[in-house]
C-alpha cells in the first residue's frame, strides 16, 4: 500500500516536472526566437480580416498603423478609412471621371507610403482623382471590394484592375514541383474569417 502511494506520488511529481520544464522551455524559445530570429516577430505585419459579406478588409479601421520587415526592407505607414480601405479619399465622394483602382498586394502598396503606389504616381501624372480600392487578394476579392465599394457611395465608370502575374491567376507553386495536374485557377480568398 505505501509503495503504490509513494509510485503515485512520484509520478505526480514527475508530472509537475516535466509541465515546468516545458513552459520553461517554450519561453525560452520564445525568447530565442524574438532575439534572433526577427523576421518571425508578426508585430510589423498589418491585420486583414474578411466582413460578414466576405469582403477582404483591413482589420482596424479609422486609423494610422505602421507596416514594416525586421530585415529593413520596409517601414512605412498604413492608414485605414472608415470602411477598412488604405485610402485617405472619401469613396462616398462622387469625384468627376474618377477612376477606380483594385488589385492585390501590389496594387494596396505592400511595403510602400500610400503616396508611392502606382495609382497615386499616376494621379499626379494624368491630373485626375484616382480612388484606391484595393487589399491583398485575389480576383473573387475583387468583384467583392467593387460591389462594397458601390454599396457604400461609390460611382464606378472606370476601373483599372491590378493583376500580379506571380500569383492572381494560378496557383504557380504547384507547377514549380512539377504537378502540372493540380495547379489550379485561385478561387479563394486567402483571410481569416472574423469570430
Given at each position: ?21 516545458s ?15 526577427p523576421?518571425?516577430?508578426?508585430r510589423g ?7 460578414d ?7 482596424y479601421k ?11 526592407d520596409?517601414d ?43 495609382s ?7 491630373k ?10 485575389d ?13 457604400n ?40 474569417k472574423?469570430?
Amino acid at each position: 500500500m505505501q509503495n503504490n502511494f509513494q509510485l503515485i506520488k512520484n509520478i505526480f511529481i514527475n508530472f509537475i516536472l516535466i509541465l515546468i520544464a516545458s513552459v520553461f522551455s517554450i519561453f525560452l524559445l520564445e525568447l530565442f526566437v524574438n532575439s534572433f530570429l526577427p523576421q518571425f516577430d508578426p508585430r510589423g505585419m498589418v491585420a486583414y480580416q474578411v466582413n460578414d459579406e466576405g469582403v477582404p478588409l483591413l482589420k482596424y479601421k479609422n486609423q494610422s498603423m505602421r507596416q514594416w520587415k525586421n530585415t529593413g526592407d520596409y517601414d512605412v505607414s498604413v492608414f485605414s478609412n472608415e470602411l477598412g480601405l488604405r485610402n485617405h479619399k472619401d469613396i462616398k465622394t462622387n469625384y468627376i471621371d474618377a477612376i477606380y483602382v483594385v488589385g492585390d498586394s501590389y496594387s494596396f502598396g505592400q511595403g510602400v507610403e500610400e503616396s508611392e503606389r502606382y495609382s497615386d504616381q499616376l494621379e499626379g501624372l494624368i491630373k485626375k482623382p484616382i480612388i484606391n480600392i484595393s487589399i491583398p487578394t485575389d480576383f473573387q476579392g475583387y468583384d467583392r471590394l467593387i460591389n462594397y465599394a458601390i454599396k457604400n457611395g461609390a460611382n464606378i465608370e472606370e476601373l483599372i484592375i491590378g493583376v500580379c502575374m506571380e500569383n492572381d491567376l494560378r496557383v504557380y507553386e504547384d507547377i514549380n514541383k512539377g504537378d502540372k495536374k493540380n495547379s489550379f485557377i485561385r478561387e479563394s480568398i486567402h483571410f481569416i474569417k472574423p469570430n
